[in-house]
Each structure stands twice: as structure tokens, then as C-alpha cells.
T-cell receptor, first 111, second 116 residues
Framework: RKEVEQDPGPFNVPEGATVAFNCTYSNSASQSFFWYRQDCRKEPKLLMSVYSSGNEDGRFTAQLNRASQYISLLIRDSKLSDSATYLCVVNLPQGRRALTFGSGTRLQVQP | EAGVAQSPRYKIIEKRQSVAFWCNPISGHATLYWYQQILGQGPKLLIQFQNNGVVDDSQLPKDRFSAERLKGVDSTLKIQPAKLEDSAVYLC??????????????FGPGTRLTVL
């Protein structure tokens, strides 16, 4: 079983749509959770951290369910510029491995 | 603030040849990471340094890969000899925290390696 699993997509949505991505992780000791964004042929960049209480940053909302080991990202009012691959990322306890990435979910927002 | 620098940006070699990549992290960042990203997959950690010491190299194929960070600043990753399956983007990242825990990691632009 992969440590971080995501639906690879692609998700093809029209501008203005709401889209949700899900991710599951296998290690219950995971401590920190993130969504990274990666544009085609570019490096990953941090989109947002994910907190147990849920958090929002503009059009983006992230949720964490530790009991189910499940992370989600919701994008409202999709823009063409949101087209990218979204990587679900977890961080194991300090002193151990660095970030563990999912394979990513590709989003294509269409005009 | 300057970001993470990597060179070269692209490299094409034949199998069994050697190749080296260079990374200069953000100034003052104690922790440096090398990741391998194969097409269609997420980045996978190869090695993590804290200053000039290795924290984690459990996923580094040590029979052919080596890395060093001698002065605790810049780092080199070497592959010798290269195999076809080493074709990937090699990403360097750095973070400021000594333990490299939950601090944000900043990625360089990567080196795209093609092995023929």
C-alpha cells in the first residue's frame, strides 16, 4: 500500500466550478499535512498546510480527518490559473523522513 | 531573497556514464533535501542533510548514488553509473529548521536527467 494515495485524475472542470480532491495516508504517526501545487515542468510549491480544525485560504479549503487518515482540498470558483497538479503531502515525526508525497491529482480548468 | 539554486537544469547522458548535480540552498537554511521525481509520480526523498550530517539516506541507492554537503552549505548528488530508470527530475529543497521537521520546504527548479 502506498504511504499517500491520491486519485491521479485528470479532473476537467469549467471555470467557476467547485472541485474537491481527496487523499489518504497510511501512517497514523504522520504529524503534519500539506497540499503542494506543481505546475507543468516546475518545482512543487506549498499551497497550504492542513490543520485538524480545517482551514481556509481564499477559495481554497483544506480538511483533515485523523481518525480516517483522510485529507481533502476544496477549490471554489475555479480559475484557469488553478490548472496544475495538486500533491498531497504528509510529514512523519521529527528526526525521521522528510516530506512524503502522493503522486498528485491533475486539474484542468477549461474556459 | 534568493531561492534554491540548482545546476545544470538539463542533462542528457548515456547509460553507464556518470553525472553530478549541484544545489545551493537558501542562505541560512540548515536542512537540505534531494528528491527524485519520476514522470507521473510525486517527489521521493533520496537523502536529507542537517548542516553537513546525513539525517536520512534510507531511500538512496547507495550502490550508484552518492551525495555530500561538506561545508554545510551547498551539496552535490552523483550517479555512477547511470541506468535508464534514473531518468527523472532531481529536486533540491531546503528548510530553515534544524530538525527539518514541519518547516516549509523550498524547492529549486530541478535538474531534468535523461539517460539514453
Amino acid at each position: 500500500r502506498k504511504e499517500v494515495e491520491q486519485d491521479p485524475g485528470p479532473f476537467n472542470v469549467p471555470e467557476g466550478a467547485t472541485v474537491a480532491f481527496n487523499c489518504t495516508y497510511s501512517n497514523s504517526a504522520s504529524q503534519s499535512f500539506f497540499w503542494y501545487r506543481q505546475d507543468c515542468r516546475k518545482e512543487p510549491k506549498l499551497l497550504m498546510s492542513v490543520y485538524s480544525s480545517g482551514n481556509e485560504d481564499g477559495r481554497f479549503t483544506a480538511q483533515l480527518n485523523r481518525a480516517s487518515q483522510y485529507i481533502s482540498l476544496l477549490i471554489r470558483d475555479s480559475k484557469l490559473s488553478d490548472s496544475a497538479t495538486y500533491l498531497c503531502v504528509v510529514n512523519l515525526p521529527q528526526g525521521r523522513r522528510a516530506l512524503t508525497f502522493g503522486s498528485g491529482t491533475r486539474l484542468q480548468v477549461q474556459p | 531573497e534568493a531561492g534554491v539554486a540548482q545546476s545544470p537544469r538539463y542533462k542528457i547522458i548515456e547509460k553507464r556514464q556518470s553525472v553530478a548535480f549541484w544545489c545551493n540552498p537558501i542562505s541560512g537554511h540548515a536542512t537540505l533535501y534531494w528528491y527524485q521525481q519520476i514522470l507521473g509520480q510525486g517527489p521521493k526523498l533520496l537523502i536529507q542533510f542537517q548542516n553537513n550530517g546525513v539525517v536520512d539516506d534510507s531511500q538512496l541507492p547507495k550502490d550508484r548514488f552518492s551525495a555530500e554537503r561538506l561545508k554545510g552549505v551547498d551539496s552535490t548528488l552523483k550517479i555512477q553509473p547511470a541506468k535508464l530508470e534514473d531518468s527523472a527530475v532531481y529536486l533540491c529543497a531546503s528548510s530553515p529548521h534544524r530538525q527539518g521537521g514541519t518547516d516549509t520546504q523550498y524547492f529549486g527548479p530541478g535538474t531534468r536527467l535523461t539517460v539514453l
